[in-house]
């Protein structure tokens, strides 16, 4: 007996060899046929979707889900759009609040302020409070006067961390914003977060994914590193997946400064990693440790990305450590084991990415290994076959054109602009290209990612690398099947056919068929996650949406 059958919805499938249906039969977690394969079968539930289109669960390769879920317990800076807006948000936010209690907001963008809010508007707006604002990229941040008194940087004890700037004004003064890892001067102050307090926001971010119809995500990068809430933060998703507050499934990636030295046999080539020697694919198909994190420069909206030839308007490229140090620390994870995922937006830095990955293949020979580089941002034409001969995987993040396009393209000028997040030219490459959001930097709803895929409009209208873009079904391919496959589970998930997870999602519309411009408000009814509705907007009515069943083991 199924224990579901699903009837009367529109499968697309994104399986080439059955690339539609109308039933699906699912038993133990699995999809076990389709149409007249389960059709007459008895089930424990039947559901009729009502003409509701249904395709693989939506994955996002790159997104921070801890960082997502603490932001909105936070002061919401996102739809600020003058510094005033700025300050009344943060003296409303402060209100209330006893003398010395830090006030933290999120997601201010400069480029659209026209400036960064600076320390005396934040000593103003949170009267004397430790204040932090965090910048939407995240690779920057400005605080009051009391966190740089804290920290060190007003009397001169603490200097910024090597790959980061304390940004000062023409008389030599800190004007309170922190770029790239200088903004370790705050996150020692601060940090650890408590455990309880890291699962609680996971929770918190997972319902929204889940009303979003995303069933798998790769978290990119916890423990220590630029964005690290905790050390042990692993434990914090742990915590969440058993009080049921995980409605995903998730793939995390450890970020580089984590990984120290490990005492092993000289012929394991184990030198550096996780105690145990715990590396990428220790976990279940519930939670599992993904690549090895690594930040090589900074960011296009900071103007603090590597590139090989300077910004059009202002900035530094900033790379986040001595290169050698990198590029060791890179190649004695890959001989370690590790999946490498390589930070790297400017077209210098996916240069150092790809030649270190090179020379990691020539010096330590491992088969289908299917090492990354996050966001791609600036891809030079002569770069696109090297990411094919090293079978690189290549990382945008499209809804960036729409969110930050028209700053992104001011910044790098009209002949390289069409570099910038592409995608057509990967596939025309023989790559595969993982649907990702890099959220809260951007919305994470995959529908509007894929939106973003096939009209490349940013929020200015303008089209950005016209030629990079994709057709419909390329973009829900990339948010299922090839994001999948990005981590290693093609044979298990991203299309709905036999044999694989129950990972489904009902829309209300057709992504193929409706207009571009559509697709990004197409509803989701439902969301199954091993054939457990996981959201619901009444379909399952009587079937309470659950936390994804527990599972236990390992996976490579």
Not at 76 to 91: C, I
Not at 380 to 408: K, N, S
Not at 506 to 530: F, M, N
């Amino acid at each position: 007996m199924l224990d579901l059958l699903l009837r009367d919805v529109r499968v697309i499938t994104v399986d080439d060899a059955r690339p539609t249906a109308s039933v699906v039969g699912v038993l133990g977690g699995r999809v076990v046929g389709l149409d007249e394969e389960v059709r007459d079968l008895p089930a424990r539930t039947v559901v009729d979707g009502d003409g509701a289109v249904v395709v693989p669960g939506f994955g996002d390769a790159h997104n921070h889900m801890a960082w997502f879920g603490q932001s909105l317990g936070e002061i919401d800076l996102s739809a600020a759009g003058t510094l005033g807006a700025v300050e009344e948000a943060v003296t409303r936010g402060s209100a209330g609040l006893p003398a010395d209690a830090w006030v933290v907001g999120s997601g201010y963008d400069d480029t659209v302020i026209g400036a960064h809010p600076d320390r005396r508007l934040l000593d103003r707006a949170g009267g004397g409070r430790p204040v932090w604002l965090k910048h939407r990229s995240g690779h920057m941040s400005v605080v009051s006067s009391e966190v740089l008194r804290r920290s060190g940087v007003l009397d001169g004890r603490a200097d910024a961390p090597e790959g980061g700037i304390v940004v000062r004004d023409a008389a030599g003064e800190p004007t309170g914003l922190l770029q790239e890892r200088a903004q370790r001067l705050v996150d020692d102050l601060v940090k650890p977060y408590p455990v309880d307090d890291v699962a609680t926001a996971l929770g918190r971010a997972s319902e929204v994914y889940a009303a979003e119809g995303l069933t798998h995500v790769v978290e990119a990068g916890i423990g220590l590193g630029l964005l690290g809430r905790t050390p042990v933060e692993a434990a914090a998703y742990l915590l969440a997946r058993d009080r049921g507050l995980l409605r995903t499934r998730v793939e995390l990636m450890v970020a580089s400064d984590t990984l120290h030295p490990l005492r092993a046999h000289a012929d394991d080539g184990i030198d550096v990693g996780l105690d145990l020697g715990l590396r990428t694919g220790f976990g279940d198909d519930r939670l599992r440790l993904g690549p090895m994190k690594i930040w090589l420069d900074g960011s296009l909206i900071g103007r603090t990305a590597a590139l090989s030839e300077p910004f059009c308007d202002h900035g530094t490229a900033v790379l986040q450590d001595d290169p050698e140090l990198m590029r060791r620390r890179m190649i004695d994870a890959h001989r370690a084991g590790w999946r490498v995922a390589a930070h790297a937006i400017g077209d210098d830095a996916v240069d150092l990415a790809l030649d270190t990955f090179a020379e990691a293949a020539r010096l330590h020979p491992r088969d289908d290994v299917r090492h990354r580089i996050e966001h791609a941002g600036v891809v030079r034409p002569d770069q696109l076959a090297r990411f094919a001969e090293l079978g690189v995987v290549p990382v945008p993040q499209a809804r960036f054109l729409h969110a930050v396009g028209d700053t992104m393209a001011a910044a790098v000028g009209p002949r390289r602009a069409d570099w910038l997040y592409r995608h057509r030219s990967f596939l025309d490459a023989g790559l595969r290209v993982p649907g990702s959001s890099d959220r809260p930097v951007a919305p994470g709803a995959p529908l509007l990612g894929m939106q973003s895929m096939v009209e490349r409009r940013s929020s200015g209208g303008a089209v950005i690398g016209p030629d990079e873009r994709v057709s419909a079904a390329q973009a829900l391919r990339a948010y299922t099947l090839d994001e999948a496959w990005a981590s290693h589970d093609e044979r298990t998930r991203g299309s709905v056919t036999r044999g694989k997870h129950a990972d489904l999602v009902l829309l209300d519309d057709d992504p193929l068929r409706v207009d571009p411009d559509r697709i990004g408000a197409i509803g989701v009814v439902a969301t199954l996650v091993a054939g457990t509705p996981v959201h619901d907007t009444g379909l399952f009515a009587g079937r309470d949406p659950s936390p994804l069943p527990h599972t236990r083991g390992t996976q490579a």
